[in-house]
């Protein structure tokens, strides 16, 4: 099945501060996820973006399917920004997803 | 309620008892997942169900029975657990491939 690396495992940032989460995948995908896990544990989707770039607010995504590859950019960042963000993605026909380990994201005020 | 919820959030069971978890959503997407989630491995797909009737197996299936009778409801059935299965556990649903929505989580403890 599909690999899904995740980089950096762990980030502190200084609230304010810009940061770029990175998903590496194995595989051609065609359907790629975004998920911030907030600290009392709930899932919410950030983006659905198996190419291309979207954004909302201060969160922007790009997903470079050819190069397997896709960025969460979070900027000025917040406190509330604190979590757990993960990339999941698929390359099926069916719509089963592969969840990397996350990034455990700090913001300090 | 409209969206996606499950119960119970929490239970606290016995070695060898059955247990159901239940999830329900109200947007009759046709797509229902279950996943675990446990530190180290983050989140892994146990069963899924592309619509009514029709399920298929994830990545650790073992242990665990699904059935999808109605469109909005997909319970998840620990038929005798294991203390391996204590666990945070997801329903989530989509309308085919596209965004996921999470319910909240159940957290189960087998003793």
């Known amino acids: 099945g599909i690999q899904v690396e995740q980089s950096p495992p762990d980030l502190i940032l200084q609230e304010g501060a810009n940061s770029t989460l990175r998903c590496n995948f194995s595989?051609?995908?065609?359907?790629l996820q975004w998920f911030h896990q907030n600290p009392w544990g709930q899932l919410i989707n950030l983006f659905y973006?198996?190419?291309g770039t979207k954004q909302n607010g201060r969160l922007s995504a790009t997903t470079v399917a050819t190069e397997r590859y896709s960025l969460l950019y979070i900027s000025s960042s917040q406190t509330t920004d604190s979590g757990v963000y993960f990339c999941?993605?698929?390359?099926?026909?069916?719509?089963?997803?592969?969840f990397g380990k996350g990034i455990t994201l700090s913001v300090r005020p | 309620d409209a969206g996606i919820t499950q119960s119970p959030r929490y239970k606290i069971t016995e070695t060898g008892r059955q247990v159901t978890l239940m999830c329900h959503q109200t947007?009759?997407?046709?797509?229902m997942f279950w996943y675990r989630q446990d530190l180290g491995h983050g989140l892994r797909l146990i069963y899924y169900?592309?619509?009514?009737?029709?399920?298929d197996k994830g990545e650790v299936p073992d242990g665990y029975v699904v059935s999808r009778s109605k469109t909005e409801n997909f319970p998840l059935t620990l038929e005798s657990a294991t203390r391996s299965q204590t666990s945070v556990y997801f329903c989530?649903?989509?309308?085919?491939?596209?965004?996921?929505?999470f319910g909240p989580g159940t957290r189960l403890l087998v003793l």
């Open positions: 989530a649903s989509s309308e085919g491939r596209a965004t996921q929505y």
């Open positions: 973006i198996p190419s």
């Open positions: 999941a993605v698929s390359g099926g026909a069916n719509s089963k997803l592969t």
């Open positions: 595989d051609s995908v065609n359907n």
């Open positions: 169900s592309a619509a009514a009737d029709i399920t």
């Open positions: 947007w009759s997407h046709s797509y």
